[in-house]
């Protein structure tokens, strides 16, 4: 099995920053590839962000493209989204996800089989 766990969520002020992390743990390659999605209340869950160590191919939503960065930290097996210029709309549960043996960088939510608990960001006007 392959455990997600998220952190670094919080409260900010729009135009600020934070910085969630993504601890992967178990049977998981270090070439297999993760996504970071969001989901707002009363909307569907969106990729937004996706990364893969292989070729250091990067993914992003148009919404966030420019704005968050997705990086990855094999030495110790955790995933990072950079989150600047935060707005109001990007206030959301924001959840990491992988599937062994994914070698694509994919915003689609079913291509992923494992998933975090997820870490609320909240950006107030």
């Known amino acids: 099995q392959v455990q997600l766990v998220e952190s670094g969520g919080g409260s900010v002020q729009a135009g600020e920053s934070l910085r969630l992390s993504c601890a992967a743990s178990g049977a998981l390659s270090s070439s297999d590839c993760m996504a970071w999605f969001r989901q707002a209340p009363g909307k569907e869950r969106e990729g937004i962000a996706a990364?893969?160590?292989?070729?250091?191919?990067?993914a992003y939503a148009n919404s966030v493209k420019d704005r968050f960065t997705v990086s990855r930290d094999n030495t110790n097996n955790t995933v990072y989204l950079q989150l600047d210029k935060l707005k109001p709309e990007d206030t959301a549960m924001y959840y990491c996800?992988?599937?062994?043996?994914?070698?694509?960088?994919?915003?689609?939510?079913?291509?992923?089989?494992?998933w975090g608990q997820g870490t609320q960001v909240t950006v107030s006007s």
């Open positions: 996800a992988t599937r062994r043996g994914l070698r694509i960088t994919s915003l689609i939510e079913r291509q992923y089989n494992f």
């Open positions: 990364f893969c160590p292989v070729g250091d191919g990067t």
